[in-house]
T-cell receptor, first 115, second 116 residues
């Protein structure tokens, strides 16, 4: 069974600082996703990473994927208060052949950015 | 494009009653819809996968008779929580995939259920 683990689970950052959230998954995965969730809201899609070495950037967030290490990272550059939210990674497994399995989520990282 | 809606957004009910939550794909046909449950400060857990016109596939530990899922059309799936109890209180989120593109899920806004 696919397991996805994030760390840290809680992250308190000062504005302007950099930090990285790590996401490890246990078995071969086709795709790795990053989502943002604000309190009381549903998920907002941030990135989808498809292949080894993939790197995507949007504003102050950059995500990367290392399929050999089964590791994805979400790097935050010069954090601002608006980035405060819960961030989830999720891995999509294979069900066999060309069929996709289910999306398995990490525990989530609660990010708080303070002045 | 690819908008998914849920109704209601919030519902409060008495213990023992049943509650129906609707998930609709507004601008695309969704052959597959997924139902997730999220307890406070926890991750999303997949409850079941439903394919249009066929029975839902439930994850281990999810009671089929308690969480009834119907996916009668390509744009609508419903989740009925039968004989709800306080421990069923949670945030229920659905997602939908386009035909032939199950690798991309579009998430609904969620439904918060409170059972008194």
């Amino acid at each position: 069974e696919l397991k996805v683990e994030q760390n840290p689970l809680f992250l308190s950052m000062q504005e302007g600082k950099n930090y990285t959230i790590y996401c490890n998954y246990s078995t071969t995965s086709d795709r790795l996703y990053w989502y943002r969730q604000d309190p009381g809201k549903s998920l907002e899609s941030l990135f989808v990473l498809l292949s080894n070495g993939a790197v995507k950037q949007e504003g102050r967030l950059m995500a990367s994927l290392d399929t050999k290490a089964r590791l994805s990272t979400l790097h935050i550059t010069a954090a601002v208060h608006d980035l405060s939210a819960t961030y989830f990674c999720a891995s999509l497994g294979r069900a066999g052949g060309t069929s996709y399995g289910k999306l398995t989520f990490g525990q989530g990282t609660i990010l708080t950015v303070h002045p | 494009g690819a908008v998914v809606s849920q109704h209601p957004s919030r519902v409060i009910c008495k213990s023992g009653t049943s509650v129906k939550i609707e998930c609709r794909s507004l601008d695309f046909q969704a052959t597959t819809m997924f139902w997730y449950r999220q307890f406070p400060k926890q991750s999303l857990m997949l409850m079941a996968t439903s394919n249009e016109g066929s029975k839902a596939t439930y994850e281990q530990g999810v009671e089929k008779d308690k969480f009834l899922i119907n996916h009668a059309s390509l744009t609508l799936s419903t989740l009925t929580v039968t004989s709800a109890h306080p421990e069923d209180s949670s945030f229920y989120i659905c997602s939908a995939s386009l035909a032939g593109a199950q690798e991309t899920q579009y998430f609904g806004p969620g439904t918060r259920l409170l059972v008194l």
